[in-house]
């Protein structure tokens, strides 16, 4: 069956093994000529942390960013408790992609650095339309959460540290209270102290809500130390050039 904007989720997903969770079907991706991703399979159930590592390059980003709703891949389907998700970003309605949340390793990178802390924070409640009031009691519960303090919320990204905006970035993460959280390499630019810190706080919600995580690092210790289970990504490949028809 068609999948349309209106309809984001296909039927129920009869090939899934495990009908709850987030799911990677057959994922192909290519940047010009290189396979990025070759049918690659993965599944988050809720509650569990999935390890994802792999080689520099071996596609595990892009993996993040498709599970995320953020890249269409070439072949290959994202499931959403066994039900097929069509589109990617806005293009799915704010039910479906609102399940999904990605923290990424570089704070800065994924901050508009015009916004305060408040209004970095308050921006996927304001995306959907939340009511102004209760905007502004989600986002101070959300920064008590990630322990930024009032006088940080008033300044913007240059006037705070790496790890400040990491939680504020967590806390943005966490606005509509995802399913699952996408942790790419979110805390490896951060000190010992926030680290641990980012990872409670990630912890604790995962446990709260059941919520799935995808864990990718490089660091054997956190994986050790987080991931039910690790799965792991091959090199990417490259296509050799299509050649000249013959005649
Ligand atoms: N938008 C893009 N355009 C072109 N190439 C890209 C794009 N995004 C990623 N790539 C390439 O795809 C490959 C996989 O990148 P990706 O960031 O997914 O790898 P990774 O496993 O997360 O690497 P790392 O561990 O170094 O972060 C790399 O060779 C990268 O240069």
Redesign the pocket.
């Known amino acids: 069956m068609t999948t349309t904007v209106d309809d984001p989720t296909g039927p129920p997903d009869s090939a899934a093994v495990t009908p709850t969770g987030l799911a990677a079907h057959q994922i192909t991706v290519h ?2 000529r ?1 396979r ?1 991703l070759d049918r690659v399979d993965l599944h988050i159930a809720p509650g569990e942390t999935v390890g994802l590592r ?10 993040a960013r498709v599970l995320a709703l953020l890249h269409a891949p070439d072949s290959g389907r994202v499931a959403l408790d066994g039900r097929p998700v069509g589109g990617v970003r806005y293009r799915v309605p704010a039910a479906v992609r609102t399940r999904v949340a990605i923290l990424f390793q570089s704070p800065r990178a994924a901050s508009d650095p015009r916004l305060s802390l408040a209004d970095l924070i308050a921006a996927p409640l304001r995306a959907t339309g939340t009511p102004t009031a209760e905007t502004t009691a989600r986002t101070a519960e959300l920064a008590d959460l990630v322990g930024l303090t009032s006088d940080l919320l008033t300044r913007r990204p240059h006037a705070v540290s790496d790890g400040q905006l990491q939680r504020a970035c967590l806390a943005r993460a966490l606005a509509h209270r995802p399913d699952h959280l996408l942790c ?2 979110a805390t490896a630019m951060l000190d010992a102290s926030t680290q641990a810190h980012v990872a409670a706080v990630v912890t604790d919600y995962q446990r709260r809500h059941s919520a799935g995580v995808l864990l ?1 690092t ?1 660091d054997p210790a956190l994986l050790a130390r987080w991931a039910t289970r690790v799965v792991d ?1 091959p090199g ?1 490949a490259v296509d050799p050039p299509a050649r000249p028809p013959t005649r």
């Not at 792999?54 to 993996?63: E, H, I, Q, Y």
């Open positions: 940047f010009g290189q990025v792999g080689p520099s390059g071996s596609g595990k980003s892009t993996l790419d390499e990718i490089h990504l990417a």
